[in-house]
């Protein structure tokens, strides 16, 4: 969840350009052999496509047009990926309370990679959010073996950058993780549903795998869900590296486990899963369209029953990866016989205080059925039924997590060609460094060019593999669209060549340091002002995983 790379050896980042607007070309997949998603290990992304084949990452363009005023990140398909990223733009759509939220770890200066995260919180902040940053100081020592004094030094410089971006501190929240013992309450009541086996699979950890790594991971945890609980449950979104996607998914679990209620769809008193659920309520369907009745009440001629439904989809087909589905589901009805088939929510007390359930009980209104551990509505939908479940939960001392989304962004490939590494400065531009550095790393820079003036001019150039291109499009094109869709097409039409091109990049990027820097120095005093603590006195060497 938290962002620290290009300063990480073994945390490589890599990407390709971007598109600006309708008319570019779609952003490419990536060259390199294999899909890694590991927060700690290796950021490399081979194919951004496998992302959604292989870990249900959904295209962040099939939502593009619900979102109010889209960044140009998003515009220009840098941000790619996003889990469950519908109920944030909602909120965001009709100013309803929702929320940002990212991390960094304080292990080097703060470079043009982590700007891309810097950029999504705040804008998040201007569409109306709640906003948050955090240093992930507890996550730097235990996992990186950073000391603290180290990691006071890096917390200050990456929050004057934050700020001098443009952070509203007075409207947003700022914390450290060490320093924040509502987080590290929440964080130990998250550990009591989290499993040292999902920590294996997920993760890789082993014997050797410190405690306080694991410690780590669980306030991460706790960091992704911390914003529902100043003013209640509400959307979060976690902008990040596709990377940092395990982070997001066991967050996610846990955030459901946490719950005092499951609420689902059933038809009748036996359990059901997703897929059988499904196929009876085909059945169902069915047979109330042929009964020309409501299925309806228990006294009703022309209800459907349970043998029925076992019949009727007994002898329909369905696809291949729903036939043990249909297998169980034909048992189950079977076995009920002749009990009615009837469509009703059920609420589940699958923890909590017994007084959580009565309160449950008494806040359903109409029909309803009240069993040993759960409750059956045959009035509410399934939407209406989990907000009723959230208030009762949030009434009764519970903390009703609605489970955090998260949107993902294209790693940026190194100026000098392959991965951002610590290692090569000349690989990536740090926020600090001085304007003319950066000047001369833009100038040097590989590009997408033909080997000769005549070749690009008679070829064009190859921007999409162009680490220039990727700056623009990142970085120095700000909010101009059509700035970017120039770059890219006089280089792919051969109208660029790539002297010019690097100049003019090289000439904003020393603009936008000398502006940044000047930011971060108005920035102290706004930083002076806070209530953060910049020298944290805590002893102990540095830690390791």
Not at 515 to 544: C, F, M, V, W, Y
């Amino acid at each position: 969840m938290t962002d620290d790379s290009p300063h990480d050896d073994d945390g490589p980042r890599s990407g390709t350009g971007a598109t600006a607007g309708d008319e570019s070309p779609a952003l490419p997949d990536g060259g390199v052999e294999e899909t890694t998603i590991d927060p700690w290990g290796s950021s490399t992304i081979a194919d951004y496509r496998k992302l959604f084949e292989e870990f249900g990452i959904e295209e962040f363009e099939s939502i593009l047009g619900d979102v109010p005023d889209p960044h140009y990140l998003m515009r220009r398909g840098v941000i790619f990926g996003h889990r469950d990223y519908d109920p944030v733009a909602d909120a965001l759509a009709n100013d309803d309370p929702a929320a940002a939220l990212s991390g960094f770890m304080p292990t080097g200066d703060p470079h043009i990679g982590h700007k891309l995260v810097f950029d999504e919180i705040i804008w998040h902040q201007q569409q109306g959010a709640d906003a948050y940053g955090l240093i992930a100081d507890l996550e730097a020592h235990s996992a990186r073996g950073m000391t603290w004094d180290e990691i006071d030094e890096h917390t200050e410089s990456y929050l004057l950058s934050l700020l001098a971006l443009g952070f509203d501190a007075d409207d947003g929240t700022l914390y450290r993780q060490s320093d924040n013992r509502e987080l590290q309450d929440l964080a130990f009541e998250l550990g009591s549903n989290a499993r040292f086996a999902e920590f294996e699979s997920i993760y890789g950890f082993d014997s050797e795998t410190s405690v306080s790594h694991m410690q780590s991971v669980v306030t991460q945890m706790a960091d992704m869900l911390y914003p529902q609980l100043a003013d209640g449950p509400k959307p979060t979104v976690i902008p990040v590296g596709p990377d940092q996607d395990p982070h997001v998914r066991l967050a996610r679990d846990l955030a459901v486990r946490m719950r005092f209620f499951k609420v689902t769809e059933a038809y009748a008193s036996f359990e059901a899963d997703a897929a059988e659920r499904e196929l009876i309520g085909r059945a169902y369907d069915a047979l109330s369209e042929d009964s020309d009745g409501d299925g309806e009440g228990d006294d009703s001629d022309d209800r459907v029953r349970c043998e029925d439904a076992a019949d009727w989809l007994a002898t329909h087909k369905v696809d291949s990866a729903l036939a043990d589905a249909k297998d169980a589901a034909v048992d189950k009805l079977t076995e009920a016989g002749k009990e009615p088939v009837r469509p009703r929510v059920r609420f589940f007390h699958r923890q909590g205080p017994d007084a959580a359930f009565e309160a449950m009980i008494d806040a359903i209104d109409g029909e309803k059925r009240v069993h040993e551990g759960h409750i059956d509505s045959f009035e509410l939908d399934i939407e209406a039924a989990e907000e009723l479940a959230r208030e009762v939960e949030v009434d009764n001392g519970g903390y009703g997590f609605i489970q955090p989304s998260s949107i993902y962004h294209r790693f940026m490939t190194g100026l000098t060609g392959g991965k951002m590494s610590s290692s090569v400065p000349a690989s990536h531009i740090s926020l600090l460094d001085d304007p003319e550095d950066g000047y001369d790393k833009v100038k040097s820079a590989t590009t997408g060019g033909r080997e000769t003036a005549d070749k690009q001019r008679e070829l064009g150039g190859e921007a999409d593999d162009c680490p220039v291109y990727e700056l623009y499009a990142y970085l120095l094109a700000n909010d101009d669209d059509g700035l970017v869709e120039e770059v890219y097409e006089e280089c792919v039409g051969g109208e660029r060549l790539c002297g010019d091109c690097k100049e003019q990049a090289a000439t904003l990027m020393q603009e936008f340091l000398r502006e940044h820097q000047e930011k971060r120095e108005e920035a102290k005093e706004l930083l002076d002002d806070l209530d953060i603590n910049l020298d944290s006195e805590r002893r102990g060497p540095g830690g390791s995983h």
